[in-house]
């Protein structure tokens, strides 16, 4: 519960911004401003910055978090639901609380079944009988129906 109510958002958490794009940007334009960034701060060409590693890491997860659909949907949604709750964390509380309906899945194809099985239902049917189990076809004795009508 802390997690939720002592953090405050951090710079470091909007993609869009470590990019350089916004939210309208497809995935060139997304492709193009890591490119560009790749270079400015690509830890080979920044050796005397030690923060040069964890700012490019930064951008490689931008850019896959952005590129990807269904992650990218995710992260709009926590974006602009205003959350105190880094993405990181964020993220992995949505992923370890999505319910699983295995269970609820449906046959899609009815199952394969001979012909011979067909007619063995078709016949079945139409040997049950017309009467139910409580009703019989003989005559009700004349004690047995005074007993049933409350009269005995």
């Known amino acids: 519960m802390d997690v939720l109510l002592?953090?405050?958002r951090d710079e470091s958490?909007?993609?869009?911004?470590i990019l350089g794009c916004d939210e309208l940007s497809n995935k060139?334009?997304?492709q193009t401003e890591y490119r560009i960034r790749a270079l400015q701060f690509h830890p080979d060409k920044n050796l005397d910055d030690?923060?040069?590693m964890e700012r490019f890491k930064q951008l490689q997860e931008a850019k896959e978090v952005l590129c990807n659909d269904v992650q990218r949907k995710t992260y709009d949604y926590w974006r602009n639901s205003h959350i105190n709750v880094p993405w990181k964390k964020w993220q992995s509380i949505t992923e370890r609380s999505q319910p699983t309906f295995h269970w609820m899945v449906t046959k899609k194809?009815?199952?394969i079944?001979?012909?011979?099985m067909n007619k063995q239902n078709e016949e079945e049917k139409q040997n049950i009988p017309k009467t139910s189990k409580w009703q019989s076809t003989e005559p009700t004795n004349d004690y047995l129906r005074k007993f049933r009508n409350y009269e005995i």
């Open 50 to 52: 030690p923060k040069a």
């Open 28 to 30: 060139d334009q997304i």
């Open 6 to 8: 002592n953090n405050e």
């Open 13 to 17: 958490d909007d993609y869009y911004v």
């Open 113 to 116: 079944e001979s012909e011979q």
């Open 109 to 111: 194809e009815p199952m």
